[in-house]
């Protein structure tokens, strides 16, 4: 390597500050903060590429709404004879729907109104609090997607992961009896281990064999789903005393999570864990030697074993951890708003958590407020859905958009023509699937 | 084929890396680029080739001014470039490699095997390169494969070949070989660049040197030039080839490696049965060609690759069995080869990387909570000490320069209290203000009583470090000798001549695998190494000290 | 480069011959369990489908002995693999075997003393139905994977074959149908390049991505249009097409030769994509440019622009692969209806070590092992079908824990080109 070029920041390396809340990356010397906010802006910092994203995401959903309407449509074969009418319908439709979307997620003005005529105070929050509670297990798969992305591992297998914990939980939460207390935290913790169990695997299996953790744990989602179903489907097993269908019976009281501040404006305790675990994980990257040990394994690897570290070590610890964490919102979905297990209630949740981390970009705070809104659209949607007739899997179009507009930075500088920057991207650890 | 440059420039950056090259290449010339690492000569010729683009500057062949936006072109204009490192693909046979973009086909682009064979075979036959067209290139000797590179600009019909930096792979003997090769290439009429940053090779194949010095063109000379001004030319000021050091004070046994055997990717044992030791006080230096084992053999003494056989012992301890981090903590420092793969984390600032060995430790952590405050602090000391010209030790390694980051990997590694300090390759890349201060501060800790192994592939470097010196040769150290050797001994050895006999008669019996120097060290001032007394040593278990 | 790849070589070794030995005795004992716990009586193996013009004779094996039979070859397999240095060719052998074993003794237990017999033909057709997508899904990732880019999005890329096939097919015809299915997964494929390529997102994350995307577009529309209008989703399918002679062959006839035009496709795709990347000029160049893009480059090999063409001409054969889905075989589009099945080509493609040929045995395999679980679910067996389903998975977990030979993708899989 004689004459290379000096590295110029790569759109997939830079990124993440060393740790969150660690040392700002290299900031022009004498720079001031107006101008350091300005640079920001028109050079599209992580922050602002984030909000623009968002913004270009929300367009285009837009549109998908107004070109999906019938109504919106028959106005725009007529569009010659009568454009306003055609554009105003399609903003009609779409300005409709987005409204219900922030009644329904962030604060719906008739409940204010209501108020201040003798109306309850606690139902203004209502929509804040059914947001925080389905972005609960948002915030902890996208921690679990994130602090493996911190160590250089893609665990797409949040969702079997997230099977893996709630069948423990479950189980627990009918199968034994405990007081009231100690009941939902023996089943939280097994909530825990049983993720932890699934990403034990794929870190084991990595490290022993170097199999590639996004096959592994593709695979294992799917392995996941048909386990759950089997036990589902066999009698004396998690099925439902007396029925047919794959359910299980549902958790005793016991098991249930308590919502904190009482109804209406509740806030579910599965919220206040899953900010807990937020903030583990913050200091478990910034504070502690294990966290630099994940953040140097995922940078670099080689570094990392030259330097002592156990790589294949601190794979298998991260994917522990990382599979606890999924499994702990397995269990704060089931031991809050489901309470019975079903063969299909993992949903997307482990999917959602790859969004959520990638919006957030792998570090805790930002993991959490991307799973704040993700969990504001999910709210959003099914107000939406009943107030407007759009379908709440609108939801699933837009995070995809947000996360694919996110991931490429140059994309969204060349659509709203900012300035090219110095730093940019989601930082890319996984390449190729030879290690 | 003549070749013209006029003004040739390229940023990246801020850093202008060709500024203004002029260079007239005549039909049957070599023609040698010489420059330090780093001058500019490898941009220039990626802007040959075709894979760079110049900002500024004109290309003329045969006096028509010619555009070259991509290897195609260059193709086109018949320059063909045997790159530093090699463009082969390793899962192709040679045949596939050497036709590539283009294939003999027949109907429907069904690829003619035969006849791709049959036209390797021929040139390959013409120019008595002994290639085998079906052999897969990832089991073939890096000397065969540059001979596929060469083959493969042939197919094209270059008149202009490039070589960059061909030598680094090969013995001296193959080097032969590979010049042999150049001057019947250059009697049909072909000219040949030769880039190099070594003095002797250049003089004793070029017709014409240039000389570059960041970016410009300082000189030409004829191949009669002396070394001094060759070099003086190529640094920019005359250069102290040796380092000032007094002679070393060897002290017991520091480092012990007892018959380690480490395996091969293919089936020969990449380290066999390599025994040696060093010293308290002393540098041994490892030379021999690239890819020889001194990787491997440097890997398994750090326990970053397991070895089948043999032991380790540090000061007496048996380490054969200790992870990397034991043996870190025991008192190793270790100068990795690749410092931006295996020494360096990137997007880690200045401070993370100073610790990047030491971090669960006191003072920088206290149980697994991490001390940022003790971690600056360390920083802010280190970079002071160590004279690294970063903007803050918040700013992240890979930002700087190579100099630079080699200081910090420095001083994070003789900055802890260490027995062995192993460095490969501590230099490669490094412009020659940084090489003075690595290879000072190496001295430095050998005055303080640490043993140092150095394993490197310039032999300069190895001839003003080292106080013996032992020569690897395709896993086996093929023997020891003293700073005072000759180059040609070294390069005999290196091709793997085996020991002794004809050429040092003075010491025929003894064994090629004994770490002892030549009896002709004690003449030597810094080599006196080992005595006779040390013998018993390598036959019987050290005590611990 | 090498000092990465060896530095990260996992530091324990698995001895495979330790392991595969072992694994077959655990076959073979399995087998054996098989036979113990058999009803007694003979399982019946039908040969012909009804109405075939000859009828072969179904087979009664006696269940039980049959089982201890097999599961004692599957036993010695085992021993012998264990203590003698074998080729290559017969540790493949070995493992075909075994896993035949296995499935014979299944199917003996599964239909010991059974009044329906077990109609073996069905099974395999039902194979080769199901394992179209799969194919041609492994097929597209190849494509891609061959050229460098690395291909999750093949389940984004089914789906949304499989969504735009039904619904042009209902308005326009099924052959339309087929063609915008295979145009809608090669835009995904644009999608894919452009981003990967251009945009130098990391592929694996990507593809992701993609998927969530293409799953919620798709679902959206199917919730927002489909289901107000039916008559957008009318569930047209293709008819079979028996090939005149060889449709007629006994046993081989069914299986190979009377399907719906989406066989023959994938056959046609598998001999082109296989011939095309290991015996024309055009394929070394796409695995040149694979496995060392510099070199590729340096030859006046455009790289980028292969990767372009490779990815997307990999989503076009994946959107055929989802058409299949619809217009193939049930003909309705249902919300997330690929079901994983890109997930599992992806596997069939690693399985197959990257090769058109390897993929398609693989994805036959997987394909056999849904069509074993369907058949075995129309029967009373006692044990969940959801285990079997399992099935191919675990295989590929075990596949890509190197226990049964070392996988290499493509060089520079994954990795961006950027020139200086």
Same mark, same amino acid.
């Given at each position: 390597m004689s004459e290379q070029p000096p590295a110029s920041p790569s759109p997939l390396s830079a990124g993440a500050t060393p740790a969150d809340g660690g040392p700002p990356a290299g900031r022009r010397p004498g720079a001031s903060f107006s101008r350091t906010i300005l640079d920001a802006v028109v050079e599209g910092s992580p922050a602002v590429v984030t909000f623009l994203a968002f913004v270009a995401a929300v367009v285009l959903g837009g549109l998908l709404i107004a070109f999906s309407d019938t109504t919106v449509l028959h106005a725009w074969s007529q569009f010659f004879s009568a454009p306003g009418n055609a554009i105003a319908q399609a903003w009609d439709a779409a300005a409709a729907a987005y409204s219900a979307m922030f009644e329904g997620a962030i604060l719906n003005p008739h409940t204010v109104a209501a108020a201040f005529h003798g109306g309850s105070v606690g139902a203004i929050f209502y929509p804040l609090s059914q947001t925080a509670s389905d972005a609960t297990p948002l915030v902890l798969t996208g921690l679990s997607v994130a602090i493996a992305f911190r160590a250089?591992?893609?665990?797409?297998?949040?969702?079997?992961?997230?099977?893996?914990?709630?069948?423990?939980?479950?189980?627990?939460?009918?199968?034994?009896?405990l007081p009231p207390v100690v009941h939902v935290i023996v089943c939280l913790l097994g909530g825990f281990a049983g993720g932890a169990v699934i990403g034990w695997i794929v870190g084991e299996l990595k490290a022993r064999t170097g199999a590639h953790e996004v096959i592994v744990t593709i695979m294992l989602n799917y392995i996941m789903y048909n386990f759950l179903s089997f036990l589902l489907g066999t009698p004396k097993a998690l099925q439902q005393p007396g029925q047919s269908n794959l359910i299980s019976p549902p958790v005793a009281a016991s098991a249930r999570l308590p919502h904190v501040g009482g109804p209406p404006p509740q806030v579910d305790a599965g919220f206040l864990i899953a900010l807990a675990a937020a903030a583990c994980v913050w200091w478990l990257l910034a504070r502690s030697t294990i966290g630099f040990r994940f953040r140097t394994v995922g940078a670099n690897p080689s570094a990392a074993r030259s330097s002592g570290m156990s790589v294949e070590k601190s794979w298998v610890l991260v994917m522990l951890i990382a599979g606890g964490l999924a499994g702990l919102a397995g269990a704060a979905v089931i031991l809050g708003p489901v309470q019975s297990i079903t063969f299909n209630s993992y949903g997307t949740y482990g999917f959602d958590g790859i969004t959520v981390a990638l919006l957030g970009r792998a570090t805790p705070v930002g993991?959490?407020?991307? !799973?704040? /809104?993700?969990?504001? =659209?999910?709210?959003?949607?099914?107000?939406?859905? #009943? $107030?407007?007739?759009?379908? !709440?899997? /609108?939801?699933?179009? =837009?995070?995809?958009?947000?996360?694919?507009?996110? #991931? $490429?930075?140059?994309?969204?500088?060349?659509?709203?023509?900012?300035?090219?920057?110095?730093?940019?991207g989601l930082e890319a650890v996984p390449k190729g699937w030879n290690t | 084929m003549k070749l013209e440059l006029t003004g040739i420039t390229k940023r990246f950056g801020s850093l202008v890396a060709n500024d203004h090259i002029d260079l007239t290449v005549e039909p049957g010339e070599i023609r040698a680029l010489l420059g330090e690492n780093g001058a500019g000569k490898t941009t220039l010729m990626n802007v040959l080739i075709g894979l760079v683009q110049p900002d500024a500057g004109e290309i003329r062949v045969d006096g028509k001014p010619v555009v070259i936006h991509s290897p195609k072109d260059a193709i086109a204009a018949r320059i063909g470039m045997v790159h530093q490192h090699f463009m082969l693909v390793p899962v192709f046979t040679v045949a596939e490699n050497v036709t590539l973009g283009l294939e003999p086909t027949r109907a429907l682009g069904l690829l003619d095997r035969r006849r791709a064979r049959s036209d390797v075979r021929k040139l390959s036959e013409r120019y008595g390169l002994q290639v085998d067209p079906d052999a897969y290139v990832e089991d073939l000797p890096v000397g065969v494969q540059q001979r596929v590179e060469i083959i493969k600009t042939l197919m094209r019909e270059a008149s202009v070949l490039i070589l960059d930096e061909p030598t680094s792979v090969l013995t001296p003997g193959e080097t032969d070989d590979l010049f042999r090769i150049m001057r019947e290439l250059r009697a049909g009429g072909r000219s040949i660049v030769f880039i190099s940053h070594k003095l002797k090779e250049v003089q004793a194949i070029a017709d014409t040197i240039t000389i570059i010095r960041r970016g410009k063109v300082v000189g030409e000379r004829p191949p009669t030039a002396t070394d001094t001004e060759l070099a003086a030319l190529m640094v920019g000021r005359p250069v102290q080839l040796r380092v000032s050091k007094a002679p070393a004070q060897p002290g017991d046994v520091a480092l012990d490696v007892r018959g380690l055997t480490v395996p091969g990717e293919h089936e020969a044992p990449a380290v066999d049965d390599v025994s040696f030791q060093v010293r308290a006080g002393e540098i041994l230096g490892l030379a021999g060609v690239q890819g020889n084992g001194q990787t491997e053999l440097i890997e398994a003494v750090m326990g970053l690759r397991p070895a089948i056989a043999g032991s380790v012992l540090l000061a007496g301890r048996d380490i054969s069995h200790a992870t990397p981090r034991d043996r870190l903590r025991a008192g190793v420092g270790y100068i990795p080869e690749d410092r931006k793969e295996d020494g360096l984390v990137g997007d880690f600032s200045v401070a993370d990387n100073l610790i990047l060995d030491v971090y669960d430790r006191p003072p920088f952590a206290s149980g697994i909570a991490l001390d940022l405050g003790a971690i600056r602090k360390n920083a802010l000391t280190r970079v002071d000490e160590f004279d690294v010209r970063t903007t803050s030790v918040d700013t992240f390694t890979e930002t700087l320069s190579g100099g630079n980051q080699q200081k910090v990997i420095l001083a994070r590694e003789i900055g802890r209290d260490i027995k062995v300090l192993l460095a490969s390759q501590p230099t490669r890349g490094l412009d020659v203000?940084?090489?003075?201060?690595?290879?000072?501060?190496?001295?430095?800790?050998?005055?303080?009583?640490?043993?140092?192994?150095?394993?490197?592939?310039?032999?300069?470097?190895?001839?003003?470090?080292?106080?013996?010196?032992?020569?690897?040769?395709?896993?086996?150290?093929?023997?020891?000798?003293?700073?005072?050797?000759?180059?040609?001994?070294?390069?005999?050895?290196?091709?793997g001549g085996h020991d002794d006999g004809w050429l040092a008669p003075a010491d025929a019996d003894e064994p090629p695998t004994a770490a002892a120097s030549p009896p002709d060290s004690a003449t030597q001032p810094g080599g006196a190494a080992s005595t006779p007394a040390d013998a018993p040593d390598r036959t019987e278990p050290a005590e611990p000290s | 480069m090498t000092t990465l790849t060896t530095a990260l070589r996992a530091p324990v070794t698995v001895n495979r011959r330790i392991v595969a030995a072992g694994t077959f005795i655990v076959f073979g004992l399995i087998d054996i369990a098989f036979g113990l716990y058999a009803h007694k009586g003979d399982a019946t193996f039908a040969l012909s489908v009804s109405g075939a013009g000859v009828h072969v004779p179904s087979i009664h094996a006696p269940a039980s002995t049959v089982a201890y039979a097999l599961g004692a070859a599957s036993i010695l397999i085992g021993v012998l693999r264990a203590f003698l240095d074998q080729p290559p060719w017969a540790k493949r052998l070995n493992i075909g075997l075994?896993?035949?074993?296995?499935?014979?003794?299944?199917?003996?237990?599964?239909?010991?003393?059974?009044?329906?017999?077990?109609?073996?033909?069905?099974?395999?057709?039902?194979?080769?139905?199901?394992?179209?997508?799969?194919?041609?899904?492994?097929?597209?990732?190849?494509?891609?994977?061959?050229?460098?880019?690395?291909?999750?999005?093949?389940?984004?890329?089914?789906?949304?074959g499989a969504f735009a096939a039904a619904v042009v097919a209902s308005v326009a015809g099924l052959w339309l149908g087929v063609v915008t299915g295979s145009l809608a997964g090669g835009l995904l494929g644009s999608l894919l390049a452009v981003f990967a390529i251009r945009f130098l997102v990391d592929q694996i994350i990507l593809g992701v991505v993609l998927n969530v995307l293409a799953s919620g577009l798709t679902g959206y529309l199917n919730d927002r249009i489909l289901v107000t209008h039916p008559n957008l989703n009318t569930g047209l399918t293709f008819n079979p097409v028996k090939i005149p002679g060889l449709g007629d062959i006994p046993i081989i006839g069914p299986i190979f030769f009377d399907s719906t035009i989406f066989l023959y496709i994938t056959y046609a795709m598998i001999i082109l994509v296989q011939v095309g990347l290991f015996s024309t000029r055009w394929g070394l160049r796409v695995r040149a440019?694979?496995?060392?893009?510099?070199?590729?480059?340096?030859?006046?090999?455009?790289v980028l622009a292969t990767r372009y063409r490779n990815v997307i001409l990999g989503g076009l054969i994946a959107g055929i692969g989802g058409a299949s889905l619809t217009v193939g075989s049930v003909g309705t589009f249902t919300k997330d209806m690929s079901s994983g099945l890109g997930y599992i080509a992806l596997a069939a493609m690693i399985f197959g070590r990257w090769t058109p040929l390897g993929a398609t045995a693989a994805a036959l395999l997987f394909g056999f092992t849904n069509s074993l679980q369907a058949t075995l679910s129309t029967i009373n067996v006692p044990v969940s079908s959801f285990l079997l389903l399992m099935a191919p998975y675990v295989a590929t977990i075990i596949a890509v824990a190197g226990l049964v030979g070392r996988v290499r993708a493509p060089a520079a899989d994954g990795k961006p080109y950027v020139k200086a």
């Open positions: 250089g591992l893609f665990n797409i297998g949040a969702a079997g992961q997230w099977v893996g914990g709630a069948i423990v939980a479950t189980y627990l939460g009918f199968g034994v009896s993991v959490v407020l991307a !799973a704040l /809104l993700f969990g504001a =659209l999910h709210a959003g949607g099914t107000t939406m859905e #009943a $107030a407007t007739q759009v379908p !709440a899997t /609108l939801v699933q179009v =837009l995070q995809g958009l947000i996360v694919l507009f996110v #991931a $490429a930075p140059p994309l969204i500088r060349a659509v709203f023509r900012l300035r090219e920057a110095r730093t940019a | 203000g940084s090489i003075e201060f690595v290879h000072h501060r190496i001295v430095e800790e050998r005055d303080r009583g640490v043993a140092v192994l150095i394993v490197s592939s310039e032999l300069d470097e190895i001839y003003a470090l080292a106080d013996r010196i032992a020569v690897m040769y395709e896993g086996k150290i093929t023997g020891f000798r003293a700073p005072t050797v000759s180059v040609e001994e070294l390069g005999l050895l290196m091709a | 075994v896993l035949l074993f296995f499935v014979v003794s299944l199917l003996c237990w599964a239909y010991a003393g059974s009044a329906i017999p077990l109609n073996a033909v069905n099974l395999l057709q039902g194979t080769m139905n199901l394992s179209i997508p799969l194919v041609l899904g492994a097929l597209a990732g190849c494509m891609c994977e061959r050229s460098g880019v690395i291909n999750i999005a093949i389940e984004g890329q089914l789906l949304v440019v694979g496995e060392h893009p510099t070199a590729a480059d340096t030859v006046g090999i455009r």
